[in-house]
């Protein structure tokens, strides 16, 4: 599902671009977005791109710094240009919005309306959404901000919650 993720919103990822990672993780889809948004410079002097990657599980977002810097990524998790924050992903992260993509990796009930509000004109957001059957929308945002949606596909992805009802599922 990565590779569908990234190949949907490719049109959308260049150098550059901001993108936001809602359901981080482990950082891997941070770590891609990141080398097709980054400077395409070699002295660095292109446009340098940022990755906010967002999970409400603290210690994934330890985890996931961790899986960058040992994936060569420190400078640019240093220098602010890949941002790992934990927070609810369903409220987004308004303080590096607009974003030019969005890509969201468990599925929300419905649409959210915070992640809409935060995508850039023209943008375009890949997420599942539904309870019990799902599917995969693209949600694309025009220059004059209209919004339309298409679905994609029928997937089986975990919901989009919060810290807390995560860990009482499991605990």
Same mark, same amino acid.
């Given at each position: !599902?990565?590779?569908?993720? /990234? !190949? ?5 990822? $260049?150098?550059? +671009? ?6 981080? %993780?482990?950082?891997? /889809? +941070? ?33 996931? *710094?961790?899986?960058?810097? $040992?994936? %060569?990524?420190?400078? +640019?998790?240093?220098?602010?240009? #890949?941002?790992?924050? &934990? @927070?609810?992903? =369903? $409220? %987004? ?8 993509? #969005?890509?969201? %990796? &468990? ?6 309306? &915070? ?8 943008? =375009? !957001?890949? *997420?599942?959404? @539904? #309870?019990? +059957?799902?599917? #995969? ?11 339309? /949606? $298409?679905?994609?596909?029928?997937? !089986?992805?975990?919901?989009? /919650? ?10």
């Amino acid at each position: !599902m990565h590779a569908e993720a /990234t !190949m949907n919103l490719l049109p959308f990822l $260049k150098p550059g +671009a901001r993108v936001l990672d809602v359901g981080s %993780g482990s950082g891997y /889809t +941070a770590a891609i977005f990141y080398h097709l948004v980054r400077s395409d410079d070699s002295a660095g002097n292109g446009p340098p791109g940022k990755v906010v990657g967002i999970d409400h599980m603290p210690d994934l977002v330890s985890w996931s *710094i961790e899986n960058l810097r $040992k994936d %060569g990524l420190g400078p +640019a998790v240093d220098k602010g240009e #890949i941002e790992m924050v &934990a @927070g609810d992903g =369903r $409220k %987004g992260w308004p303080p590096a919005a607009p974003y030019d993509a #969005i890509h969201v %990796g &468990a599925a929300a009930p419905e649409l959210p309306e &915070a992640l809409v509000d935060q995508l850039k004109a023209p943008g =375009r !957001m890949f *997420i599942p959404v @539904g #309870i019990g +059957a799902q599917k #995969i929308y693209q949600v694309d945002k025009d220059e004059a901000g209209n919004v339309q /949606t $298409k679905p994609l596909l029928d997937v !089986m992805y975990v919901p989009l /919650t919060d810290q807390e009802k995560q860990a009482s599922r499991f605990f």
